[in-house]
């Protein structure tokens, strides 16, 4: 429970530690040609760029902002970066063909594998949309696969020769929802994550179903209502990040105020951790970015950017004009954010130096 207003904590913390970016001048720009629609840290100094339905990979230098390599394939399904060793899974369609590629992070072919799944084949067949969702091997079990098109998701384990089991991720209408949208998943076994979005009049909620494939249990985990998700995991934690729709229908909540990051136990789905903040103005734009176990946020209502560690201490912060202008991040590297801002040519990268001098009394936003 809060024990502090947001709103206190906002004006005892960047009050008198903030940086002023307003000379655009000095700020380092590259534009690259890629418009890329996610991505993923290798490590400190490189950025995955992925758009799954070109099929393409980029790897970026943020020191540099230079390309390190490019991978091109018909389409991705999964992308998974494993450390000791360093390497990239990647499941994609290749020539017809659902591959398992291991790359190297400099982006050499180090093995490739054809995956062979009559349900799927007969799916790409008819031109079904297919998702494919890849969990490495873990102690005592071998790699799996999830799979979903229409109907329950089906889970595969190595050599991927008939169904581990079937999951019904879908969800009817019910007095709380008029529709249910089944979106992004992520197979983390035995858990299955799946993200749900319930349409109800103009509004939207997006919320997050947790399966265990072993007990055959269910949890459930709500974010706000009109706010958009992404969500990650780390070692047994869902990591869930939230930014606004805007203009959002019913404006912002008020205190303790709206979910912007969030840690939940994949066993219980209980909160680990919640960060909440308050937002005065309907029109209030804010951006979230959840990079190396970080949370970098953009807040347009009191036009800073702020560094979050994972358990909620204020690393950084900065003010900036127009914070509104730019349309997410992509990183933060040597106390620097990297933000993104799309044109008609493509996307521009911007590196922003930051101020780091906070007071210890000032480090930790209690919830």
């Known amino acids: 429970m809060k024990k502090i207003s947001w709103m206190i904590m906002a004006l005892l913390l960047f009050v008198p530690s903030l940086a002023v970016a307003s000379d655009t001048s000095k700020v380092n720009q590259s534009m690259i040609s890629f418009d890329f629609r996610s991505s993923k840290a290798i490590d400190d100094q490189r950025r995955l760029l992925i758009d799954n339905l070109l099929g393409k990979i980029e790897c970026i230098d943020l020191a540099t902002f230079t390309q390190s390599w490019e991978k091109k394939f018909d389409f991705i399904y999964d992308i998974r970066i494993l450390n000791n060793p360093s390497k990239i899974v990647v499941i994609a369609k290749d020539r017809g063909k659902v591959m398992k590629f291991t790359l190297s992070t400099e982006g050499k072919v180090l093995t490739q594998q054809e995956i062979v799944i009559p349900t799927v084949q007969t799916w ?115 990591v869930v990040n939230n930014s606004s729709i805007t203009p959002g229908p019913g404006g912002p909540l008020p205190a303790p105020g709206n979910l912007v990051y969030g840690r939940y136990d994949l066993a219980t789905g209980k909160a680990i951790y919640e960060k ?4 005065h103005d309907n029109g209030t734009f804010w951006r979230t970015k959840y990079d190396r176990q970080q ?28 914070v509104w202008t730019y349309s997410g991040f992509l990183g933060f ?26 007071n210890d009394s000032e480090m930790t936003l209690e919830n």
């Open 295 to 322: 949370l970098l946020l953009m807040d347009s209502d009191t036009s800073t950017m702020t560094q979050v560690d994972q358990n909620g201490n204020v690393l950084s912060s900065i003010k900036m004009e127009k």
């Open 276 to 279: 909440r903040m308050v937002f």
């Open 333 to 358: 590297y040597q106390q620097n954010f990297i933000l993104t801002n799309r044109s008609k040519d493509g996307i521009i990268l911007e590196r922003i130096p930051v101020k780091t001098d906070i």
């Open 124 to 238: 790409m067949k008819q031109n079904k949309f297919v998702h494919i969702s890849w969990s490495p091997p873990a102690s005592g079990s071998t790699e799996k696969l999830a799979v979903y098109s229409e109907g329950p998701v089906l889970i595969y384990e190595y050599p991927w020769k008939k169904p581990l089991s079937k999951i019904d991720v879908n969800i009817p209408p019910s007095s709380s929802y008029e529709s249910v949208l089944t979106g992004e998943f992520e197979l983390e076994w035995p858990y299955l994550i799946v993200q749900h979005e319930g349409g109800a009049l103009v509004q939207v909620r997006e919320f997050y179903s947790i399966y265990n494939a072993v007990s055959k249990k269910t949890v459930e985990i709500l974010m706000d209502w009109n706010t958009s998700s992404d969500f990650t995991i780390e070692q047994g934690v869902l």
